[in-house]
């Protein structure tokens, strides 16, 4: 089956910092999507983005499907951004879209 | 509030024990999914249901079980448990059954087992 790798797996920033997160895939897809899981366990969906870019407030995110990517851009990093962002896709070409999901970004920001 | 409801939101129990975990999902969605997401697996899909049919089959274990029944809201059921089913179990739902179409999810409900 289609495989998700995220990088980096941790990464700690101060507040106010920019940050970019990656989210490789191996097959093409017909789905992809963004999420935050804070730290009281809800996923927040952040973006639906099978391909190009899309903006919502300080967040942005792109996805290259043809070179099997996507990239998620964080910018002025609030402490409240703290928690795991999730990349998940659906394989191209299959009867059901249930989400296959990678192994996660857990990002800390410090005041 | 993603629109999707699942109930409850935590529940202890014990081993060999049987819970229920009842999923709402949007309304006008016709597709409903289960995922686990424990410390050493990340999140595992489990199954969907479509319209109230089967339409994927994951890792789901065979003590476990769902259904979605005619107004569309969905119940895992799992049985026998043991400690490593000690997890959080997440219920999305999407309009669409087939290849595109966001998902959604629950605010999970947390089980544990001792």
């Known amino acids: 089956g289609i495989q998700v790798e995220q990088s980096p797996p941790d990464l700690i920033l101060q507040e106010g910092a920019n940050s970019t997160l990656r989210c490789n895939f191996s097959?093409?897809?017909?789905?992809l999507q963004w999420f935050h899981q804070n730290p009281w366990g809800q996923l927040i969906n952040l973006f639906y983005i099978p391909s190009g870019t899309k903006q919502n407030g300080r967040l942005s995110a792109t996805t290259v499907a043809t070179e099997r990517y996507s990239l998620l851009y964080i910018s002025s990093s609030q402490t409240t951004d703290s928690g795991v962002y999730f990349c998940?896709?659906?394989?191209?070409?299959?009867?059901?879209?249930?989400?296959?999901f990678g192994t996660g970004t857990l990002l800390a920001v410090q005041p | 509030d993603s629109g999707v409801t699942q109930t409850p939101k935590h529940l202890i129990t014990a081993t060999g024990q049987r819970v229920t975990l009842r999923c709402s999902p949007r309304?006008?969605?016709?597709?409903v999914y289960w995922y686990q997401q424990s410390l050493d697996q990340g999140l595992q899909f489990l199954i969907q249901y479509y319209n109230g049919e089967e339409r994927a089959k994951g890792n789901i274990l065979e003590r476990f079980s769902a259904q979605q029944f005619p107004d569309l809201h969905s119940e895992l059921n799992l049985s026998s448990l043991e400690l490593g089913d000690s997890a959080l179990y997440f219920c999305?739902?999407?309009?669409?059954?087939?290849?595109?179409?966001?998902?959604?999810f629950g605010e999970g409900s947390r089980l544990t087992v001792l």
């Open positions: 097959d093409s897809v017909n789905n």
């Open positions: 998940a896709v659906v394989g191209y070409g299959g009867a059901t879209n249930k989400l296959i």
């Open positions: 309304s006008g969605d016709l597709s």
């Open positions: 999305a739902s999407s309009v669409g059954g087939f290849s595109t179409g966001e998902l959604f």
